[in-house]
C-alpha cells in the first residue's frame, strides 16, 4: 500500500530484464523524471531512508540481495507514518530465525524473470519488520536530482501467515460488514498451490505495481502536495479516470455505480456497504475497465492491481476469480478483465509499461 494524496483513503489504504525491455523502460523512465520531481526548497526534511544516498550500491544489487530486517531509521520513519494517521504503532525489526524470511526468498526467487530484474532496478530496499500498521508498505525515494524514482518495500511479517486463498478472502470481505447469510471467496490458486509463499508472491507483486506505477511512470508521486502531471497525463490513468474540476481525478465508472465509491477496505465492520449488497458490487465491477474492487477505489491502485492480476494470470497463469455466495448458493463468479481481456486498452497499456508493446 501506499499513503495517499486524498485524505478520505487513509484510513483503509494504509496497512498490504531482457535487452528490449531495458531499453523501452529506460526512455518511459527518462519521460516521467521531468514530471516527478519532489516539492520545492522548504519543505519538510526527508527522512534518511527517503534519500538514495542512504542505500549505495543498491541499484547495481539484485532483489535478493536487498533484503534487510529494518534499520533504526527505518523503523523511525515507519512509526512516525504511523502516527500521522493516528496509529502510534512502533515496529520492529523481524527476527533473523523468523520462519517467513525463507518463503519471502522462494517468492522473489518464483517471480519471472524480467519482472524480478524490474524489481532490482527500482526497489532500493525490501524490509521485513514485524509488529507494523498493515500488510506492506511502499515509500518513494528521491534520487540526489529531487525526483521520486525508486522506493523501498516493508513487509510486516506478523500479518502474513495466510496462505494466498484464505488472504485474498480475508482482504475482499474487508470491505463489507458481515452478514451469516451471505459469503465471498477469492481463489488465487489451486488446491495443491495454495501457500503462504503464493500469497507473499501476490501481496509483494501488488507493492512492486506502486514501485513500477512511478519508477516507470504510469502515475507520478502519490505523496506530491498537488495533482502531477505525471499522473493526471499518465496515458493508463486517462483510462479510467478524468479531472474532477477541483484539483484531483474522479472515475465516470464510480459515479454510474455508488457502490463502488463506497468501498471501504480493511474497515469490516465499519464498512459502508453490507455484505449482502456484495452480489451488485460484484456485478457493476463486471461492467466497468477496473481489475477488481481494490483497484476500483483510487486510481494508483487501480494500476498495482492491474499489474498484480496481469503478472498473476497473463504470466504465472494462475486464477483469479471471486465467488460470491448466498445461502450457502454461488449466485455471481467475479473474473478480472486483465484476466480476460474484457478491457484490452488497459491490458495494452499495462504492456506499453513494462515495454512489452
Same mark, same amino acid.
Given at each position: 500500500?501506499?499513503?495517499?494524496?486524498?485524505?478520505?483513503?487513509?484510513?483503509?489504504?494504509?496497512?498490504?530484464?531482457?535487452?528490449?525491455?531495458?531499453?523501452?523502460?529506460?526512455?518511459?523512465?527518462?519521460?516521467?523524471?521531468?514530471?516527478?520531481?519532489?516539492?520545492?526548497?522548504?519543505?519538510?526534511?526527508?527522512?534518511?531512508?527517503?534519500?538514495?544516498?542512504?542505500?549505495?550500491?543498491?541499484?547495481?544489487?539484485?532483489?535478493?540481495?536487498?533484503?534487510?530486517?529494518?534499520?533504526?531509521?527505518?523503523?523511525?520513519?515507519?512509526?512516525?507514518?504511523?502516527?500521522?494517521?493516528?496509529?502510534?504503532?512502533?515496529?520492529?525489526?523481524?527476527?533473523?530465525?523468523?520462519?517467513?524470511?525463507?518463503?519471502?526468498?522462494?517468492?522473489?526467487?518464483?517471480?519471472?524473470?524480467?519482472?524480478?530484474?524490474?524489481?532490482?532496478?527500482?526497489?532500493?530496499?525490501?524490509?521485513?519488520?514485524?509488529?507494523?500498521?498493515?500488510?506492506?508498505?511502499?515509500?518513494?525515494?528521491?534520487?540526489?536530482?529531487?525526483?521520486?524514482?525508486?522506493?523501498?518495500?516493508?513487509?510486516?511479517?506478523?500479518?502474513?501467515?495466510?496462505?494466498?486463498?484464505?488472504?485474498?478472502?480475508?482482504?475482499?470481505?474487508?470491505?463489507?460488514?458481515?452478514?451469516?447469510?451471505?459469503?465471498?471467496?477469492?481463489?488465487?490458486?489451486?488446491?495443491?498451490?495454495?501457500?503462504?509463499?503464493?500469497?507473499?508472491?501476490?501481496?509483494?507483486?501488488?507493492?512492486?505495481?506502486?514501485?513500477?506505477?512511478?519508477?516507470?511512470?504510469?502515475?507520478?508521486?502519490?505523496?506530491?502536495?498537488?495533482?502531477?502531471?505525471?499522473?493526471?497525463?499518465?496515458?493508463?490513468?486517462?483510462?479510467?479516470?478524468?479531472?474532477?474540476?477541483?484539483?484531483?481525478?474522479? &472515475?465516470? %465508472?464510480? $459515479?454510474?455505480?455508488?457502490? =463502488? #465509491?463506497?468501498? *471501504? @477496505?480493511?474497515?469490516?465492520?465499519? !464498512?459502508?456497504?453490507?455484505? &449482502?449488497? %456484495?452480489? $451488485?458490487?460484484?456485478?457493476? =465491477? #463486471?461492467?466497468? *475497465? @477496473?481489475?477488481?474492487?481494490?483497484? !476500483?477505489?483510487?486510481?494508483?491502485?487501480?494500476?498495482?492491481?492491474?499489474?498484480?492480476?496481469?503478472?498473476?494470470?497473463?504470466?504465472?497463469?494462475?486464477?483469479?476469480?471471486?465467488?460470491?455466495?448466498?445461502?450457502?448458493?454461488?449466485?455471481?463468479?467475479?473474473?478480472?478483465?486483465?484476466?480476460?481481456?474484457?478491457?484490452?486498452?488497459?491490458?495494452?497499456?499495462?504492456?506499453?509499461?513494462?515495454?512489452?508493446?
Amino acid at each position: 500500500m501506499v499513503r495517499l494524496r486524498v485524505p478520505t483513503w487513509h484510513a483503509w489504504v494504509r496497512r498490504a530484464v531482457p535487452a528490449t525491455l531495458a531499453l523501452i523502460a529506460a526512455l518511459v523512465a527518462a519521460f516521467a523524471l521531468a514530471l516527478t520531481r519532489g516539492p520545492a526548497a522548504g519543505a519538510a526534511e526527508l527522512a534518511p531512508v527517503q534519500k538514495l544516498s542512504y542505500y549505495p550500491g543498491a541499484l547495481e544489487r539484485p532483489i535478493e540481495e536487498k533484503i534487510s530486517l529494518g534499520t533504526p531509521e527505518l523503523i523511525d520513519r515507519q512509526h512516525a507514518i504511523n502516527k500521522k494517521y493516528g496509529q502510534d504503532v512502533r515496529p520492529h525489526p523481524a527476527r533473523p530465525d523468523h520462519p517467513l524470511i525463507p518463503k519471502v526468498r522462494e517468492m522473489l526467487a518464483e517471480l519471472p524473470p524480467a519482472i524480478r530484474a524490474l524489481a532490482s532496478r527500482y526497489v532500493v530496499a525490501l524490509y521485513l519488520v514485524e509488529g507494523d500498521y498493515g500488510t506492506g508498505t511502499t515509500e518513494a525515494v528521491q534520487d540526489d536530482q529531487g525526483r521520486w524514482r525508486y522506493t523501498y518495500v516493508a513487509l510486516n511479517l506478523s500479518v502474513l501467515d495466510r496462505t494466498a486463498n484464505a488472504w485474498g478472502t480475508w482482504k475482499e470481505r474487508s470491505a463489507f460488514r458481515s452478514d451469516p447469510r451471505h459469503g465471498i471467496s477469492m481463489v488465487l490458486e489451486a488446491p495443491g498451490e495454495d501457500t503462504v509463499t503464493a500469497a507473499l508472491r501476490f501481496i509483494f507483486v501488488h507493492e512492486l505495481g506502486h514501485v513500477l506505477g512511478l519508477g516507470l511512470g504510469a502515475h507520478g508521486w502519490w505523496d506530491a502536495p498537488e495533482l502531477p502531471a505525471a499522473t493526471r497525463e499518465a496515458p493508463f490513468v486517462r483510462l479510467s479516470w478524468q479531472p474532477d474540476g477541483k484539483g484531483d481525478l474522479m &472515475a465516470p %465508472a464510480r $459515479a454510474r455505480f455508488p457502490r =463502488l #465509491a463506497r468501498l *471501504d @477496505f480493511y474497515a469490516f465492520e465499519q !464498512a459502508r456497504l453490507p455484505l &449482502a449488497e %456484495a452480489e $451488485a458490487a460484484y456485478r457493476e =465491477l #463486471a461492467q466497468t *475497465d @477496473f481489475p477488481s474492487l481494490y483497484g !476500483a477505489t483510487n486510481y494508483f491502485d487501480d494500476f498495482a492491481e492491474s499489474f498484480a492480476i496481469y503478472v498473476h494470470t497473463r504470466m504465472l497463469g494462475r486464477p483469479y476469480r471471486v465467488e460470491v455466495r448466498q445461502a450457502g448458493e454461488t449466485r455471481f463468479v467475479f473474473r478480472s478483465c486483465i484476466e480476460s481481456g474484457a478491457c484490452a486498452a488497459k491490458v495494452e497499456a499495462v504492456e506499453r509499461v513494462l515495454g512489452l508493446r
